[in-house]
């Protein structure tokens, strides 16, 4: 159980355009996902945490016009890079905390890799 | 501000060692620590979750312990297999800001060689 599931898992674009990534809970109710970058040979950095039904939190620097974050159920949540730029190619990762008390596991989709031409 | 510090950076050993990964984390009010693991490429894999009420927990060949008043975490490696050859990462949610955010550590890479 607990499975997070990210679609695509790879994309490329062309510089300006838009690209949307999915992060879907499989197997159970996520009330909170959260959406991280990661640079080569760097942790994740945290862009921002989305609630269902509410608008999503931003970390300080995190562009939240070009970082368009959409929690529409309680099983998605969306990420669109608008106007996509070649310094946005990075690995992008969800993660899904299950509705129970604070302090539960998150569990972490695969994986996106954007690339930027 | 918490911080989570994994040192060393990379580890190379030979098969069948038993391995010892450090975290230390700056403040010691947290809710819970976790470890993961990242291979080349891929997301995280959760492999252990102690709560911070906890000292340890247990999966296979896998130990990892807590003590949250120095502010530390061992992740035991027993026998260690090529197919450990990872990065593994360590995670803590602070108790305070209210909301349930992953502070991560940098993360250690481990090769094991056959």
């Known amino acids: 159980g607990a499975v997070v599931s990210q679609h695509p898992s790879r994309v490329i674009c062309k510089s300006g355009t838009s690209v949307k990534i999915e992060c879907r809970s499989l197997?159970?109710?996520?009330?909170?996902m959260f959406w991280y970058r990661q640079f080569p040979k760097k942790s994740l950095m945290l862009m921002a945490t989305s609630n269902e039904g509410s608008k999503a939190t931003y970390e300080q620097g995190v562009e939240k016009d070009k970082f368009l974050i959409n929690h529409a159920s309680l099983t998605l949540s969306t990420l669109t890079v608008t106007s996509a730029h070649p310094e946005d190619s990075s690995f992008y990762i969800c993660s899904a905390r299950a509705r129970r008390t604070s302090g539960s596991e998150q569990y972490f989709g695969p994986g996106t890799r954007l690339t930027v031409t | 501000k918490q911080e989570v510090t994994q040192i060393p950076a990379a580890l190379s050993v030979p098969e069948g060692e038993n391995l010892v990964l450090n975290c230390s984390f700056t403040d010691s009010a947290i809710y819970n620590l976790q470890w993961f693991r990242q291979d080349p490429g891929k997301g995280l894999t959760s492999l252990l979750l102690i709560q911070s009420s906890q000292r340890e927990q247990t999966s296979g060949r896998l130990n990892a312990s807590l003590d949250k008043s120095s502010g530390r975490s061992t992740l035991y490696i027993a026998a260690s297999q090529p197919g450990d050859s990872a990065t593994y990462l360590c995670?803590?949610?602070?108790?305070?800001?209210?909301?349930?955010?992953?502070?991560f550590g940098k993360g250690m890479k481990l090769t094991v060689n056959p």
């Open positions: 995670a803590v949610i602070p108790t305070q800001g209210g909301s349930e955010k992953l502070v």
């Open positions: 197997d159970f109710q996520a009330t909170t």
